[in-house]
């Protein structure tokens, strides 16, 4: 049975209504628990796969401990990191604008500067502003089939080198304090194909993003002319969605087939939203070679 033929046959007509014709759907009259049916979760888990990033709204009745066993229908947790899990809990990270370092308006893949990074992620929102505080997601595969023929070979054939160590530019004290002693206590460096078969639907997706620092084999003026190019098929419009937060809502993504966004337009409002991972594979090329990770060291700079 095919993903969308799983879809149909468990989810009602007019449960699962689409954001727009490349990515992302929302689902409705659907109440997210650990307890969920076997068919009605299978149904769950192809809709992600298929739309990419799928959003329940009115899912208030989650709190951490019921959010990690929703989460864990979909594999083993994993936590961030660098970044201790919220206390009580095994994986789920805080992001909360009270924080330094807390307003991820990057677009980005999680954690794509370890080699097996997530595969799935599932965010809950806590605390939402009264105006502004949406996620932007793009689907990577789409953008991918945008390209011309020639721009997909040479895409196919590129590796990068993914980090954490990226550096803070015009950020706050608090901010470089956060990034030198949490973020980058350990510092990672990975090689992942810009190219990667998705293990599980076998389309082909951009694994680009904010965490790289080069291409391998490229100078680096050369490689930021070609990672601008390849980026901007990822951020056009047309393969993106933009979801507007309410307090309550739950979206869950496919991390090896997206990149995301959260829009800094909230000023001093409090947003807080709590999110779980799920372990990930190595990625693998067109040519069937796997992700190295290259580096993992503490930071010589941290302060202890």
């Given amino acids: 049975m095919t ?40 149904a769950i888990r192809s809709a992600v796969l298929t739309h ?13 401990a019921e959010q990690e066993r929703f989460a864990l229908r979909f594999g083993k947790l994993v936590p961030h990191p660098t ?15 009270a924080r330094p370092a807390s307003r991820n308006d990057l677009w980005h893949s999680d954690g ?12 809950r929102a806590v605390v939402i502003p009264a105006s502004g505080g949406d996620t932007i997601w793009s689907n990577t595969a789409a953008a991918y089939l945008s390209l011309p023929l020639p721009l997909q070979r040479l895409a196919d054939e590129l590796w990068a080198v993914h980090t954490n ?3 803070v530019r015009s950020a706050s004290s608090a901010d470089k304090k956060f990034y030198d002693e949490v973020f980058t206590r350990t510092i990672f460096e990975t090689e992942h194909p810009v190219v990667r078969v998705h293990p599980e639907t076998g389309e ?9 620092q080069r291409f391998v084999d490229i100078p680096r003026y050369d490689g930021q002319k070609l990672f ?10 047309e393969n993106t969605v933009r979801w507007s937060w309410r307090q309550g809502d739950v979206a869950i993504w496919d991390n090896r087939a997206t990149q995301h966004y959260a829009v800094n337009d909230y000023g001093e409002e409090h947003r807080v939203v ?5 372990n990930g594979d190595v990625p693998v090329s067109v040519d069937r070679r796997r992700s190295v990770a290259r580096l993992k060291a503490n930071n010589p700079g941290k302060v202890t």
């Fill in 52 to 64: 990419k990033v799928i959003f329940f709204r009115d899912q208030g009745h989650l709190d951490d």
């Fill in 112 to 123: 794509t500067f370890v080699d097996a990074y997530p595969k799935i992620t599932v965010l």
């Fill in 165 to 167: 160590n990226y550096g």
């Fill in 204 to 212: 082909r997706a951009l694994v680009l993003g904010h965490y790289v």
């Fill in 83 to 97: 970044i201790a899990p919220a206390k009580g809990t095994a994986s789920i990270l805080e992001v909360d604008s």
């Fill in 3 to 42: 993903e969308t033929a799983l879809i149909e046959n468990v989810l009602p007509r007019g449960d699962v209504v689409k954001c727009s014709a490349r990515i992302g759907a929302e689902i409705r009259n659907v109440k997210l628990s650990g307890d969920l049916t076997d068919q009605t979760f299978a």
């Fill in 228 to 237: 601008d190019l390849f980026q901007s098929h990822i951020t056009a419009p």
């Fill in 274 to 278: 709590r999110r779980a991972t799920i």
